[in-house]
């Protein structure tokens, strides 16, 4: 079996072992969940050293008929677009699932669901078949549906239906822009890779037409004004694991799906698109920031906030330049290291004191100093301290942008300042001051949660000192993206 | 809070922090001016087209002894203003140039400008959260679910009402004609009716192929079979 295909299904492999586990063996369900998550990050991992840096081609390709009849194919590829975000897919996966290990309820049902999650968000970003691709972007849905609805917050049904009907309904209109380019190409293909060498041959009228349907899609998942109301939603009432999946890497997703398929393949609708995609990426950044202001729930704050994260990536893309890719791509790395620890710290403190209201604490730093250290790095990280990862992404964006759109990105930057502005308020209330007596009996991060957050941790202070080991990796295949709009 | 209203003598910890940072600020000055140590440490290339740094760096000799001669003054001014234990100058002074003194003793006004600043931001932020819940995702999000909700509604009475009905009631017209003919086999009507209906086509033929002859033979015929059936039916009854 070739490595992607190793690396996609191992984490299937596991959620059928789990399956055939009796419910009553909790350890024996996580050790096996956590075994194929981890392996599946080893593969990953192992990956890196292989990767051929130089060249923007599609590496360790496997293509296998699927459907003859219609032209389906099993076609996997990686390139510095896609290889990334599998590492950092694998990442977040094994960082959950160790999160997971406090989840007591149906444990069982929650590893199997979180696996066949992983497989789905694995398959969407190594996909090179438009039918292959749909066929893991609604996969992911299944198991969020679930995990959502079972495992969540007092409104996790309504929040569980929002997201699923939401996402179903971008993904509806992306089957019907997958199949009008199948029926446009000529011979009729659901290939990716010749997808992309025919719009020469397709009309403007077109291309728009299948841009927007195809936007419509990847707009829910990134979310992109006005299409983001399901995220607080979700976010709030899902288990912290789930959350930090959801920011880390579904939101990823769509920001892929427009630089992967819409930009590629539909050039001419991009470019149609492209300052309407602008206003969208500033609005996503001042809105998103100026909404996380207004919350004093923690988690709904950084639900908001990743509203605001993804307009960087937005905004890095609208630029059409070299750095903008690059800031664009390395901006989802970085917030799904930074947000995946942010909720995971989040759920920390309300597993122990049951409320996420910031005016509910205060002066905690006395009490848990490790979690303040650690919440204060995430939060600095997130509103673009230099010298954390957070910074290098979001200057890029905002260097990419600037020389195409110099008043939406000086407008963009009230999101950062708005950004630290809540971020630093909200450290100020929870853990400055006199200790809430309250929470005097309050107990810092524990063995579990410093391993779930240590490797995030690490990442992030390393790719805010040297970020050229991860933009070395994406480098040939941004140049390539970009030169194709010169 | 009110003793911080006050000017008032420096706890002894700040004392002896800033005794320290004196001694450490002196002795520095002294080390800093040994062997052009200050210049090694501070000096750069000149830019092209900039003077030499060395050139740039030198300060004119006269300045040092203006910046003396100001802080002599400066302390002197101080003395004079502070010195006695009544500050009746000073409280003068303050008094004859009391905007000047306001706007420096507030800073410019530059905490009051950032706090509405953050007040502004506040607002700002409410606004923009009461829009994305109460307007995007209330009404155009959740209005959209409940317009299709409504929609569904509506669709379920169509079906309900009209469609599911107008099958009801074709099934039932259906079970009502049965049993009409049912009970018109039954009553031996149905062969009368028919025959009538043969006369009549009879009749008919004959009336509207007048021409055709070799038809008149044959629709009477047809007619006077049909009689006489008819006859014959009725006959059991």
Request: glycine share 8%.
């Amino acid at each position: 079996m070739n490595i992607l295909s190793l690396i996609t299904f191992l984490p299937l492999a596991g959620a059928l072992l789990v399956l055939g586990l009796p419910k009553e063996s909790k350890r024996a369900v996580q050790v096996v969940a956590l075994l194929s998550s981890g392996l599946t990050l080893v593969l990953s991992a192992g990956l890196y050293f292989l990767f051929d840096r130089h060249t923007s081609g599609m590496q360790f390709v496997e293509r296998v008929p699927w459907i003859p009849s219609i032209g389906v194919q099993y076609f996997l590829g990686v390139d510095g677009l896609s290889y990334p975000l599998v590492l950092l897919t694998a990442l977040i996966s094994f960082v959950s699932l160790v999160a997971s290990l406090n989840i007591v309820k149906r444990v069982k049902e929650y590893f199997f669901w979180f696996l066949i999650l992983e497989v789905g968000m694995l398959g969407v970003f190594v996909s090179l078949d438009l039918v292959l691709f749909y066929v893991f972007w609604e996969i992911t849905l299944v198991p969020m549906y679930f995990l959502i609805g079972i495992w969540g917050g007092p409104k996790k049904e309504y929040a569980a239906i929002k997201f699923f009907l939401y996402t179903l309904t971008g993904s509806v209109f992306m089957l019907l822009g997958i199949l009008a380019v199948y029926f446009k190409s000529d011979p009729h293909t659901f290939d990716l890779l010749v997808l992309l060498q025919a719009h020469p041959d397709w009309s403007a009228r077109f291309q728009i037409l299948i841009f927007l349907a195809f936007y419509l899609g990847f707009a829910v998942k990134v979310p992109a004004f006005p299409f983001h109301t399901w995220l607080p939603l979700a976010h709030v009432e899902a288990p912290t694991a789930v959350s930090v999946v959801l920011a880390a890497v579904l939101l990823k997703m769509g920001v892929y799906g427009i630089m992967r398929v819409s930009y590629g393949m539909l050039p001419l609708g991009f470019q149609w698109f492209l300052p309407f995609l602008v206003i969208i990426a500033v609005i996503n950044i001042v809105y998103g920031a100026l909404c996380a202001m207004a919350q004093t729930d923690m988690k709904k704050m950084v639900a908001y906030s990743s509203i605001n994260h993804m307009g960087y990536c937005l905004l890095g893309i609208a630029g059409l330049t070299v750095t903008g890719f690059s800031g664009a791509m390395l901006q989802m790395i970085n917030h799904g290291l930074i947000t995946g620890m942010l909720f995971i710290l989040v759920g920390v403190i309300y597993d122990r004191a049951h409320t996420r209201d910031i005016n509910a604490f205060g002066g905690l730093a006395a009490k848990v100093p490790f979690y303040a250290g650690l919440m204060s790095l995430a939060c600095f990280a997130s509103l673009g301290l230099p010298g954390l990862a957070g910074f290098v992404s979001e200057l890029l964006c905002f260097l990419g942008a600037f020389a195409r759109w110099k008043v939406y990105t000086a407008v963009s930057v009230i999101g950062i300042l708005t950004t630290a502005a809540f971020f630093l308020r909200m450290i100020e209330k929870v853990f400055l001051g006199p200790l809430n007596p309250k929470w005097d009996k309050l107990t810092d991060l524990d063995a579990r949660e410093v391993c779930a957050l240590l490797p995030l941790v690490v990442l992030t202070i390393l790719l805010g000192v040297y970020p050229k080991p991860a933009l070395d990796l994406m480098n040939a295949t941004v140049v390539h993206m970009a030169s194709l709009f010169k | 809070m009110d003793r911080y209203l006050h000017a008032h003598e420096a706890p002894w910890p700040m004392t002896v922090r800033l005794f320290v940072l004196m001694v450490v600020a002196a002795f520095s000055g002294w080390l800093l001016d040994r062997g052009e140590f200050f210049t090694r440490l501070v000096h750069f290339d000149a830019l092209p087209g900039l003077a030499p740094a060395h050139e740039a760096a030198h300060a004119p000799a006269y300045l040092t002894w203006y910046v003396t001669a100001a802080v002599f003054f400066a302390i002197y001014l101080a003395y004079r203003l502070y010195g006695g234990s009544n500050f009746r100058e000073a409280e003068s002074i303050k008094r004859r140039c009391a905007p000047v003194f306001n706007l420096l003793e507030r800073r410019y006004y530059l905490d009051e400008f950032f706090l509405a600043l953050v007040g502004l931001s506040d607002q700002a932020a409410r606004l923009a959260f009461w829009i994305d819940s109460e307007v995007v995702d209330r009404f155009f999000v959740d209005g959209w679910g409940l317009l299709m909700l409504a929609l569904a509604r509506l669709c379920h009475l169509f079906d309900d009402s009209i469609i599911d009905r107008s099958v009801d009631a074709t099934g039932g017209l259906s079970v009502s004609l049965g049993g009409t003919l049912r009970w018109i086999v039954r009553r031996g009507l149905v062969q009368e009716y028919l025959l009538w209906s043969a006369a009549v086509m009879s009749v008919l033929t004959l009336l509207t192929l007048p021409a055709q002859r070799y038809c008149l033979g044959a629709s009477v015929g047809l007619g006077l079979l049909a009689i006489l059936t008819l006859l014959l039916v009725r006959r059991p009854r």
